[in-house]
Structure formats: C-alpha cells, structure tokens
T-cell receptor, first 113, second 115 residues
Framework: AQSVTQLDSHVSVSEGTPVLLRCNYSSSYSPSLFWYVQHPNKGLQLLLKYTSAATLVKGINGFEAEFKKSETSFHLTKPSAHMSDAAEYFCGLASGGSYIPTFGRGTSLIVHP | KAGVTQTPRYLIKTRGQQVTLSCSPISGHRSVSWYQQTPGQGLQFLFEYFSETQRNKGNFPGRFSGRQFSNSRSEMNVSTLELGDSALYLC??????????????FGPGTRLTVL
C-alpha cells in the first residue's frame, strides 16, 4: 500500500519570504514523487517530478523539492514567494509499477503582500 | 502541443439525471484517467483507460462509468445523479510507459453541480 501525507493544510507566508510545503510518503517500493499546483478553477499543473535520479529536483517557477529516503519526505521549497504562487499544492506518489498516483489532501498556500 | 481538453467546463444537473463528460488527451497519449475532486474527499481516482480498455478502477459505485475511443478520447458517464456527485471532475492523460515514472497531465476539469 502507498500513502501520502501533506503535513499542513494551510501555509501562510509574506511575499518575498521562503516557502516550505511538507510531504511525507509511505511506500514499499522505490517511489516516483510529484508536486502539482492548482490555481482556482483550474486543473493540476505539474511542478516537478522525482523518479530515482537526482534527489534534488528543480521544477518550474523557481520551485524545487528534495527526496529524502531516510525521512520518507519530499518537501517543496521556493526561496522567495510571489503573489502568483498562491494556490493549492498537491503531493503525489506512484510506486510498485503502478503509474496511478496517490495524492495528498493538498496544502493551500496563502501569500500576503 | 495542445494540452488536455475537457468539455463542458461547467454543468448544472438535477438529481436523478445522467451526465456525460468528455476528455481529449494530449496528442500521442494513450492513457486517460479520471478523478473526482471535492473539498471533503480531495482527489479520488475513478478509473483509467488504455487502448479502449478499462485497466484500473477506483472505489466508486457502478453509476460511474467510462469509455475510451480508438483516438484515445474518453468519456465518463454518471447516471442517477446524487447531490454528493457535485464535484470537479478532472481528466489526466499520459504516454503510458508502463511504470511509475509515467507522468499524468491534467485538463482544466468539468465543474458539475447537482441540484
């Protein structure tokens, strides 16, 4: 069985400050991990993806995530938040030959001016 | 390359009716998956189609069904609509590389409201 836990339902930051969105996973196999972003009334857009290559993955819009096997984590970070980053973020996991990802419940990122 | 398209974008139906949603995948993508997204349950997997065959199915009642055509376009149908079916229905397509490295690309969704 596989599962994803997004540790914060809401994260609030000021514009220009760092962003940290936390994701822990559970899997019996080597996982592929994803971060997606969803803006209001939109579908999910892929930010970045880890598939057992480099543990530090760089994505679009300045986001990156680090795969830490010992901590079973795949946290999403960005050095400086922008107002346009305000959205819902989903962490996803696929493993064991299954390409259907399991998603976390989402983290709402709020960016204050 | 055009992204995943879904039609219609918005639908309002009444209880007991049925509805059909359509999804056109990215050109060349052979796998289409459907998800239901609600505030209470988050993103829940409905089913996945490849080569006109349903290969994976989530835990939803038989009122939810789908199909895929030879051009990879997919439709999902919900019969006997209930209030709880109100949700954003997302379609995702992928190349199908047959492994967990496959990446799903999502459409904008169809917002279904059941009155």
């Amino acid at each position: 069985a596989q599962s994803v836990t997004q540790l914060d339902s809401h994260v609030s930051v000021s514009e220009g400050t760092p962003v940290l969105l936390r994701c822990n996973y559970s899997s019996s196999y080597s996982p592929s991990l994803f971060w997606y972003v969803q803006h209001p009334n939109k579908g999910l857009q892929l930010l970045l993806k880890y598939t057992s290559a480099a543990t530090l993955v760089k994505g679009i819009n300045g986001f990156e995530a680090e795969f830490k096997k010992s901590e079973t984590s795949f946290h999403l970070t960005k050095p400086s938040a922008h107002m346009s980053d305000a959205a819902e973020y989903f962490c996803g996991l696929a493993s064991g030959g299954s390409y259907i990802p399991t998603f976390g419940r989402g983290t709402s990122l709020i960016v204050h001016p | 390359k055009a992204g995943v398209t879904q039609t219609p974008r918005y639908l309002i139906k009444t209880r007991g009716q049925q509805v059909t949603l359509s999804c056109s995948p990215i050109s060349g993508h052979r796998s289409v998956s459907w998800y239901q997204q609600t505030p209470g349950q988050g993103l829940q997997f409905l089913f996945e189609y490849f080569s006109e065959t349903q290969r994976n199915k989530g835990n939803f009642p038989g009122r939810f069904s789908g199909r895929q055509f030879s051009n990879s376009r997919s439709e999902m149908n919900v019969s006997t609509l209930e209030l709880g079916d109100s949700a954003l229905y997302l379609c995702a397509s992928s190349l199908y590389q047959g492994s967990s490295t496959d990446t799903q690309y999502f459409g904008p969704g169809t917002r279904l409201t059941v009155l």
